[in-house]
Structure formats: structure tokens, C-alpha cells
């Protein structure tokens, strides 16, 4: 899953134990990150959040 998303594994295994813990708005919830600034902006990231929440249903699957 960790290549699919083009992320760490490390950072994939923090994602769901995080999930697991509190669920999806724990999951989504803002992380201070001492490191870099985040990329994406707080109104996409709410946008994600809905999507996550009420997914579309796709017609051609």
C-alpha cells in the first residue's frame, strides 16, 4: 500500500493505527508538523474529507 501512495511505510503504519484509534476524524484531524509547511491547503483537504465521508458512486464500475 506504502508504494501505491507513494509514501513511507512507516508513514502508512502511523496512518492506520491512527485510524484505528479514533477513527476518520482522527485520522483527518490537522497535524502540526514541525518539518516542512503542508502542501495541501486547508480547503482541500476539507474537500477530501467530504469525499471520504460521501463517496460518489461511480457508474461504470
Known amino acids: 500500500m506504502a508504494i501505491i501512495l507513494g509514501r513511507n511505510r ?3 503504519q502511523r496512518w492506520l493505527r491512527s485510524y484505528r484509534n479514533g477513527g476518520l476524524s ?3 484531524s490537522q497535524y502540526k508538523s514541525q518539518g516542512r509547511p503542508m502542501l495541501i ?3 482541500c483537504n476539507s474537500i477530501v ?5 460521501r463517496p460518489r458512486r461511480i457508474s461504470w464500475l
Open 41 to 43: 491547503s486547508r480547503l
Open 10 to 12: 512507516v508513514t502508512v
Open 26 to 28: 482522527q485520522l483527518l
Open 49 to 53: 474529507k467530504r469525499r471520504i465521508e
